[in-house]
């Protein structure tokens, strides 16, 4: 059987979309071959990859002044990425930091430019919290403004789109797709795939096309979106199976009414696992409540002694993965699209019984 798995990345993946996987996978399509063994230059490849953007343009409702490209190296590479790309002639860029996702991402462009940090970490009544813009100090002459939408180990989320005429870069790799989303608001969206998307080894960059065109002389040629866009993300040899699982994704995802009713089954989850932690003595949630994410809900036990009898006891329960970040230790479930509202009925209801015998 399968069980509900609250894994922060690689994440669950519908059942529905690895059934139809598995019936292709040793011939796609009657051709004879498996989409892996496939050149990714031949006819049937490309016309896959294409459908794949189609559908996540639809998803998104991408207007067409953007590029969407299927690449490689994790989001983290997108940390080197955006600033050799984006930094331009006066080689500033404005960081929001909220947490240790967007450390990484300001820490590494740290090294190819001056980078102002905007603190934006709070604490509202001893709960973590994202300061309001009004309190930050933007610079007047940054090439771009980064945040990460969702921080992924803190749990912690915007609650809107930051304001600014400059170009917003933005961290989406554990929300994108869990909710609808003003992309014509970004310059840049990023987000590896093994997420909310499909498994790991894809990363996409949604980028406004007159932001292309100005990367430092010196850029690796992989990691040059002007390339990777004139030549449809195959510069070299895309990650051609992560692409093509990540299609069935989308095509799952437009099947079961797109991203406002996935989103609307996301509230549902959430509501139900924070509103059962808020009634709970034995367990509590360290976000103020607007900055609570949608998809990565960490929580504590009252009693932290008790933490691998849960863990274990879960385990056991088809609860999987909810052990913390190594860095922050407590439990965190990720309840990411593929993650069912079945699967938090079941994960709270095991919390409840748990907590009725160890109380
Ligand atoms: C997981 C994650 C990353 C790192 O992704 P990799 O693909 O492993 O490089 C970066 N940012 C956020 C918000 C994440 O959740």
Redesign the pocket.
């Known amino acids: 059987m399968r069980a509900y798995n609250f894994c922060?990345?690689p994440a669950a993946l519908p059942t529905a979309v690895l059934e139809k996987a598995q019936q292709e996978l040793l011939d796609w399509h009657g051709k004879g071959l498996s989409i892996m063994e496939m050149s990714h230059r031949s006819k049937d490849y490309v016309a896959v990859a294409e459908k794949a953007e189609a559908d996540l343009r639809k998803l998104m409702n991408i207007p067409e002044n953007y590029k969407v490209l299927f690449l490689q190296?994790?989001?983290?590479?997108?940390?080197s990425a955006i600033p050799l790309n984006l930094l331009g002639k006066n080689n500033k860029a404005d960081y929001i930091h909220t947490g240790i996702?967007?450390e990484?991402?300001l820490q590494e462009a740290q090294r190819y430019g001056d980078i102002h940090v905007v603190e934006a970490g709070t604490k509202i009544d001893g709960k973590l919290a994202i300061t309001p813009q009004s309190q930050w100090n933007l610079s007047d002459d940054a090439a771009y403004v980064h945040y990460?939408?969702?921080?992924?180990?803190g749990g912690l989320q915007f609650a809107g789109i930051p304001e600014t005429d400059k170009p917003l870069v933005s961290?989406?790799?554990?929300?994108i797709l869990s909710a609808p989303l003003d992309v014509s608001k970004f310059g840049l969206i990023y987000?590896?795939?093994?997420?909310n998307i499909g498994p790991?080894g894809l990363?996409l960059v949604i980028i406004r096309e007159d932001l292309l065109d100005q990367a430092k002389p010196e850029i690796p040629s992989l990691l040059k979106y002007s390339a990777q866009a004139k030549n449809d993300s195959m510069v070299n040899t895309p990650s051609t199976y992560a692409w093509y699982l990540s299609g069935l994704v989308f095509e799952w995802l437009l099947e079961n009414g797109g991203v406002d009713a996935i989103h609307q089954v996301n509230l549902q989850k959430a509501q139900l696992l924070y509103g059962y932690i808020d009634s709970s003595d034995f367990y509590a949630n360290p976000i103020a409540e607007a900055n609570r994410s949608i998809m990565?809900v960490p929580f504590t036990l009252a009693n932290p002694d008790l933490e691998k009898l849960f863990l274990k006891e879960a385990e056991e329960n088809h609860l999987l993965n909810l052990a913390g970040h190594r860095s922050v230790g407590g439990m965190r479930a990720s309840i990411y699209n593929a993650v069912p509202l079945e699967g938090v009925q079941a994960l709270v209801n095991f919390m409840d019984d748990f907590a009725k015998r160890n109380g």
């Open positions: 922060a990345g190296g994790g989001a983290s590479l997108q940390f996702w967007s990484k991402a990460a939408d969702n921080e992924t180990i961290d989406f790799s554990s929300s987000a590896g795939a093994q997420k790991a990363t990565n």
